[in-house]
């Protein structure tokens, strides 16, 4: 509704109805979204996505998870036991979920809207599908899930080492013989950490990322990725540090007439990237190695639309329409990354 009696426009009355029947607002053609946030970490995971097609389990990975055969040591005369079979192979299975988003098309949407629109309620509203969807993915990618089938895994129960996932990709972790399926979830208020209370700094990631390596077999993390809250704490401790060094009459980054860059927007500690994301839960912390842990995207289901069907052999006058995409997280080897957990103790809460 146009507002009266604010700058020129007159007090509500006579006056201001005649301007109002006479007037249109100024109007800006564009729509501007309130909500929605990003999500470095699906970004990176969909754009590095794996396919995957049909079947009973849409993804299914052999993983060894002992070894299959014994060596000795031999003499002079070259003898050696026998070798015994030992099975040291069990198959992970997944199957992929499936997130749809129906999208109507009314008959009084598309018969005013023909002409004489400023903004497109339909494509506002398939903006919108996207979004929404994008949203939903990265809000699950850390979060327990177990409680609906029809939800994805998330890089809890993939780094989880069977506390509170005893069983992953049908491979139960707790099972004798099986500890090699654990992932490493560690307590980084207490033990061997105690962070709880002093927050990360970079001598603190600096101990993590190399006990998670030698626990993931020596392969650290390909990055880690934290709430913003957690973030902000660690990159405090590289502010307290940052030198900045200018050069008078000099040109470039040394020069007095270059803007300085303070803080940053990702971290480095020993080689591996760190970085915020607002949907990863406050006092959480995870560490992810792409070289096993991937999105897997139906191939034919990849945000696919189905194009808008007519609403008529229901009595309807309209059209109706839906996006639909199955994906997964899956983790090959749960041990090359880690969940860290209870650390919001410490953290500037966002």
Do not use: C
Request: without cysteine; hydrophobic residues 40%.
């Amino acid at each position: 509704m146009p507002l009266p009696g604010i700058g020129v426009a007159p007090a509500a009355g006579s006056l201001y109805n005649e301007l109002s029947a006479v007037m249109r607002r100024a109007f800006v053609p564009r729509l501007f979204v309130q909500i929605y946030f990003g999500s470095p970490f699906l970004f990176y995971m969909t754009g590095n996505a794996q396919r995957a097609a049909g079947g009973l389990n849409q993804i299914t990975v052999p993983m060894q998870g002992q070894s299959m055969v014994q060596g000795q040591f031999t003499g002079y005369g070259g003898g050696f036991n026998s070798p015994v079979i030992t099975p040291g192979i069990q198959n992970g299975q997944w199957n992929l979920a499936y997130w749809v988003v129906p999208v109507p098309l009314p008959f009084g949407e598309t018969v005013l809207q023909a002409t004489d629109r400023e903004i497109s309620l339909l494509k506002a509203r398939m903006n919108d599908v996207f979004a929404v969807t994008r949203q939903n993915m990265a809000r699950l990618s850390f979060t327990n899930n177990a409680s609906n089938p029809l939800f994805p895994n998330s890089m809890q129960d993939a780094f989880d080492d069977g506390t509170n996932f005893p069983t992953y990709g049908g491979i139960s972790r707790t099972a004798a013989g099986n500890s090699a399926f654990k992932g490493q979830y560690i307590n980084l208020g207490s033990g061997t950490f105690n962070l709880g209370t002093v927050g990360f700094t970079r001598s603190t990631m600096s101990t993590l990322l190399a006990y998670v390596t030698n626990n993931a077999g020596g392969e650290a993390p390909t990055f880690v990725v934290m709430s913003p809250g957690d973030y902000a704490t660690l990159n405090k401790d590289f502010i307290g540090n940052e030198q900045q060094v200018v050069y008078p009459g000099m040109s470039g980054a040394g020069s007095k007439d270059i803007e300085i860059r303070s803080s940053f927007p990702n971290l480095i500690v020993s080689g591996v990237p760190i970085f915020a994301d607002h949907f990863v839960p406050q006092g959480n912390v995870f560490g992810v190695n792409v070289k096993y842990t991937a999105m897997y995207l139906s191939e034919d289901a990849a945000f696919d639309f189905s194009g808008f069907y007519s609403l008529v052999p229901l009595g309807q006058i309209g059209q109706q329409g839906v996006v639909v995409v199955g994906y997964d997280y899956v983790s090959a080897k749960s041990s090359s990354g880690f969940w860290g957990y209870n650390l919001s103790a410490s953290s500037a809460s966002f």
